[in-house]
């Protein structure tokens, strides 16, 4: 019996062993399967319609077992080409009846920040000043404290452009203009307040309406992230896209410049552009310091204590959770992993790397082909670059290139402002590299724990929309995404998201009589995008 029981346990195990063999080889099939359909749902495109090459055949029943080969199916170089736009094109202009009232008096703004915290500023201006039914008077930039650049709204931006653009959405001044009381003519004077922090509507149609009210005008100061991003009213979310992507238009010479830059890089084929963000402000703010010499530590934290809040930073803590810009070096591996080589060509928009050039090396070394508007632009170019037109030839050279690189998205308000360009002018393709999900693998590799590096970072790399319409999610910015209010649908399973007709600027010029003979093509043309060729026609 003991021989018999013993035989009959042995079998036993033989017959589960290939049973529990099968259950192991299905829960990996079940997790392969997961990971393939996570990472193409984050390509934001459906299996059947991935427009970058993970195509999977009807009649193809058994799927590999190891991501790796997934992850090498994707074909790198049809990132060149923009994102699957799903049936959406850009559209921000309005869709319903949208008149101007009489107005309530002049809104003053000072913009403060860098030029694109600016930008978002200015874009905020408009909307509130269609909120209280104001004039509005034309932004002042702060360009002194943080750039000392005394260029201003005039020198940096295409003025005319802008009041022109704007003509059916507010009423713009270039000055509070005098007023003539008893006789006497005097400058009116601008009751200055300080607005919340992404003040909500409800304080613009209350606190600042009753002063505009009882003083005519109101000076509003400091005004960088004074409105809030969520607003229920679609339309004045679209009023925010007309401003910052087609009435923003920088000034002739700065556009000539960028254009010159664009072609030369275009006479080889290809390019992407990368913002590095691993200056000192940037790195300061995050606290990620450890990486450097003590000397540098010092001038670093340093920086942060007459800058930024006392907090207490861990370095370790902080790149777990995805707070530390990547280094150049990294991004170079990034980049080497997904399948670029040496031979890309790679536009540079930085200003002065912390650390020098010991962090640009390793990045040299593996793509050597690196440009900067200095390096690849015309003869006179630093004459037309100086400070904030300098950040605008990048900003402008980044938003045309092929692939878009951010390699630090937190507070930075050029990267984000650059990806919701992009989304909107045919979704280009933007890489947005996850730090959170890098960091353990950058930290396995540098204490020794190499072995699948590349098929990691491929793994987290092309798990992303690459540009392409998706929803947004909390903490991204609506300058970051503004789909679904600016987009549209020609055949819509949804009404609201219907095409506005052709002819909407000729309904809108009917609709609000404006002044006789001004040519509204321009306005057409500027506020209404169906693909990426009319912004190459404006710049390049």
Wanted: charged share 25%; aromatic share 10%.
């Amino acid at each position: 019996m003991r021989r018999g029981g013993h035989a009959e346990a042995l079998l036993l195990r033989r017959r589960r062993g290939p049973a529990r063999l099968w259950v192991a080889v299905l829960a990996l099939l079940a997790g392969t399967l997961w990971l393939f359909s996570s990472s193409s749902a984050g390509l934001g495109l459906g299996l059947a319609r991935s427009s970058y090459g993970l195509q999977l055949d009807s009649q193809f029943k058994v799927l590999t077992l190891t991501s790796v080969l997934l992850l090498k199916d994707v074909d790198v170089n049809k990132l060149w080409r923009t994102a699957d736009s799903n049936g959406w094109r850009a559209s921000s202009a309005p869709r319903t009846y949208w008149p101007q009232s009489e107005s309530n008096g002049y809104l003053r703004v000072r913009c403060n920040g860098g030029l694109n915290q600016q930008r978002s500023a200015i874009c905020n201006a408009v909307v509130a000043a269609r909120i209280m039914n104001a004039t509005l008077v034309l932004p002042e930039l702060d360009t002194n404290s943080f750039w000392h650049d005394e260029s201003g709204f005039l020198g940096i931006y295409d003025v005319l452009h802008f009041i022109k653009t704007l003509k059916y959405d507010v009423r713009i001044a270039m000055v509070i203009p005098e007023i003539t009381t008893n006789g006497k003519t005097k400058k009116l004077k601008a009751h200055q307040i300080r607005p919340p922090r992404d003040a909500p509507v409800t304080w613009y149609t209350t606190v600042a309406l009753e002063k505009m009210k009882k003083y005519g005008a109101i000076y509003l100061t400091p005004f960088s992230h004074r409105l809030a991003e969520d607003i229920d009213d679609p339309e004045l979310q679209r009023l925010r896209c007309r401003v910052n992507y087609h009435a923003l238009r920088f000034k002739p010479h700065i556009m000539k410049t960028s254009s010159e830059i664009v072609n030369k890089l275009r006479t080889e084929g290809h390019f992407m552009s990368i913002h590095l963000r691993f200056e000192m402000d940037m790195l300061a703010f995050a606290g990620c310091i450890d990486i450097f010499t003590p000397q540098e530590q010092k001038i670093l934290i340093k920086y942060r204590k007459e800058h930024f809040a006392e907090k207490e930073l861990i370095y370790r803590e902080r790149r777990l959770i995805g707070k530390c810009p990547l280094t150049p070096e990294e991004v170079g591996l990034i980049l080497r992993s997904m399948g670029f080589d040496n031979k890309t060509r790679i536009y540079l928009a930085s200003g002065d790397l912390f650390g020098g050039k010991r962090f640009m090396k390793p990045f040299k070394a593996m793509f050597p082909r690196l440009e900067n508007h200095s390096t690849v632009g015309p003869g006179k170019l630093e004459e037309n670059t100086r400070v904030l037109a300098g950040s605008a030839v990048d900003y402008m050279v980044c938003l045309l290139s092929d692939i878009f690189i951010p390699t630090y998205d937190g507070p930075s308000n050029f990267a984000n402002n650059l990806m919701g360009h992009r989304l909107y002018y045919g979704f280009r393709t933007t890489i947005t590299p996850n730090r959170k999900a890098l960091a353990p693998i950058f930290m396995d590799r540098e204490e020794g724990r190499a072995a699948r590096f590349e098929e990691r970072v491929r793994q987290v790399m092309f798990n992303t929309h690459f540009g392409g319409p998706h929803k947004r999610v909390h903490p991204e910015s609506f300058y970051t995404n503004s789909w679904p209010e600016c987009f549209c649908q020609p055949n819509p399973r949804n009404r609201a998201d219907k095409c506005p007709p052709d002819n909407i600027y000729e309904v809108l010029e009917s609709q609000f009589q404006s002044v006789e003979g001004e040519d509204i093509e321009e306005v057409k043309s500027t506020n209404q995008t169906d693909s990426t060729s009319q912004i190459e026609e404006l710049v390049v």
